[in-house]
């Protein structure tokens, strides 16, 4: 199975995806999609022919996008939503389930706390993924949900089996 992690933002939307085959997880492909300009349909669109070709080349069987939160600024709030509205729909639109998860339980998943800074993400990745080249920090986070949605999926397998 091969999971999509989007990181949601208006100008940069990282994207990473992992093979997960039982406990073990492979590095498939990371980017950052980069809209240009200021005109925000512009980059809307571009973020999302961007994703929808990501999924098209990749074909991942599930996807996870990290929930936003909400910060001192509500027009970026507001704007950062739209983001992430592009980030659900290109999956949606493509037949993938999509996981939603919370800043801190993507960072609790991957490097062990909640509060963890964006090096100690990208280091934790690195280190979960052997050899992965990183195509930037947006990236990172994008791979890290990935791996936060792959130990949801192996926990919820893991329940189910138990049970029958």
């Known amino acids: 199975m091969q999971v999509l992690g989007i ?3 208006l100008r940069n939307m990282g994207w990473g995806i992992v093979a997960v085959d039982g406990p073990r997880l492979r590095h498939v492909a990371n980017g950052v999609i980069t809209p240009e300009g200021t005109d925000l349909g512009a980059r809307l669109v571009t973020l999302y022919r961007g994703l929808c070709a990501v999924i098209a080349a990749h074909g991942p069987d599930q996807a996870a996008v990290e929930q936003t ?11 950062l939503g739209q983001a992430r509205g592009i980030a659900l729909l290109a999956p949606a639109e493509a037949g993938l389930s999509v996981g939603e998860y919370a800043p801190n339980a993507v960072k609790k998943a991957v490097v062990g706390v909640g509060h963890a800074a964006k090096d100690q993400i990208a280091h934790m990745v690195r280190f979960q993924l ?22 949801h999926l192996q926990g919820r397998s893991l329940r189910i089996k138990a049970s029958a």
Do not use: E, R, S, W
């Open 7 to 9: 990181d949601p933002g």
């Open 69 to 79: 939160f909400v910060n001192k600024d509500a027009v970026g709030t507001l704007k």
């Open 130 to 151: 052997p050899g992965v080249v990183l195509a930037g920090p947006d990236a990172a986070d994008a791979l890290a949900i990935a791996i936060c949605h792959a130990h």
